[in-house]
């Protein structure tokens, strides 16, 4: 397996723009995270879904940010409008189930300018 | 609200020294506690804690649990450069239906 994938790996985009953030998780995995990293608040945890059902999105920051899992293999998470506080490492991660270890994607690191 | 708290925040020892690294939390439910390292890029697992008392340990690495204090540490012997790196700590609520909530992290650095 590939692990969990995102993309783009990069993204630089201007204050007001919509900005779409993709993850795959590995095939089998129930359970799919969506983290945000910056060096002044951490590894924080947005948004998880158990069997594609949002389960806690009370770490989404603003109604500016909305994510979906359509299907047990893909998701997304939007920022419309973009502003420039909203710039950091965007993290995906994916678990079979309860008390197992989440496996990580390489990130996104978005810029908003 | 569910609290993870690591410390120190950041640590500078040379190679060969011994570091521990501290995590306490407050979670309803708990479940689990897990140890992640993170280099330049995504974080990479470490050991998942579940019981109390019982170390688990990989080469240089070692970790244990204490669910009466609340606490775990995370034991690095005979650190070496490529030991450097932010290590972090989550904790797994059983309330939260799986969530999976992290600390700020410690960021360690070995020098030469």
């Known amino acids: 397996d590939a692990g969990v994938i995102q993309s783009p790996r990069h993204e630089v985009t201007e204050m007001g723009q919509e900005v779409t953030l993709r993850c795959k998780p590995i095939?089998?995995?129930?359970?799919l995270f969506w983290y945000r990293q910056t060096m002044m608040r951490g590894l924080e945890l947005l948004i998880y879904f158990n069997n594609n059902v949002p389960i806690d999105d009370s770490g989404m920051p603003e109604d500016r940010f909305s994510a979906k899992m359509p299907n047990a293999s893909f998701s997304t998470l939007k920022i419309q409008p973009s502003e420039p506080r909203d710039s950091a490492v965007y993290f995906c991660?994916?678990?079979?189930?309860?008390?197992?270890?989440?496996?990580f994607g390489q990130g996104t690191r978005l810029t908003v300018v | 609200e569910d609290k993870v708290v690591q410390s120190p925040l950041s640590l500078v020892v040379h190679e060969g020294d011994t570091v521990t690294l501290n995590c306490s939390y407050e979670?309803?439910?708990?479940?689990?506690l897990l140890w992640y390292k993170q280099e330049k890029k995504a974080p990479t697992f470490l050991f998942m804690l579940?019981?109390?008392?019982i170390e688990k340990k990989s080469g240089r690495l070692s970790s244990i649990l204490d669910k009466k204090e609340l606490f775990s540490i995370l034991n690095i012997t005979a650190t070496q450069t490529g030991d450097s790196a932010v290590y972090l700590c989550a904790v797994e609520s059983r309330a939260g239906n799986n969530d999976m909530r992290f600390g700020a992290g410690t960021r360690l650095t070995v020098k030469p």
């Open positions: 579940t019981s109390s008392g």
């Open positions: 991660a994916s678990n079979p189930g309860v008390s197992t270890e989440a496996f």
């Open positions: 095939s089998g995995h129930n359970s």
């Open positions: 979670v309803t439910n708990f479940r689990s």
